[in-house]
């Protein structure tokens, strides 16, 4: 009775059918892809990463930076035209400048302010010649 037990059958499937011959065959295939498994699937992270995380996120950076560029003209713009509005806000309490408004109002002069004096000066009638230097 000291008879060694009959070794237990080996958990692979008996070779019987085609599918176990199609196996049988993309075996090796499939042992060599699990041992490059460490190499292959970074690079597919990688890329994946490259493709779908880093290539939109430089051409959103792109597009803000173009955005900044353009914010950027809009605030000088507002810039500029709060400094001729402050201009103009201190003019109009300026009573120097509030008392020629007045004068050029009375005697219908324009503004008096020299922008309109070189307007007047340049418009001349047509029929008076001018002179030849």
Do not use: C
């Amino acid at each position: 009775m000291d008879e060694p037990a009959p070794e237990s059958p080996a958990l692979e499937p008996a070779p019987t059918g085609r599918l176990s011959r199609l196996a049988a065959q993309h075996r090796p295939r499939a042992e060599r892809w699990m041992k490059t498994a460490p190499v292959w699937v970074p690079l597919v992270l990688a890329a994946h990463i490259a493709l779908l995380g880093m290539l939109p996120a430089f051409l959103e950076s792109r597009r803000l930076s173009n955005e900044e560029q353009a914010l950027s003209a809009r605030i000088d713009a507002a810039n500029q035209r709060g400094l001729e509005l402050e201009r103009l806000r201190r003019a109009q309490q300026d009573p120097t400048y509030l008392e020629r408004e007045a004068r050029a109002a009375r005697y219908g002069t324009g503004t008096g302010t020299a922008a309109d004096a070189g307007a007047a000066g340049a418009e001349q009638p047509a029929s008076t010649p001018s002179s030849p230097r």
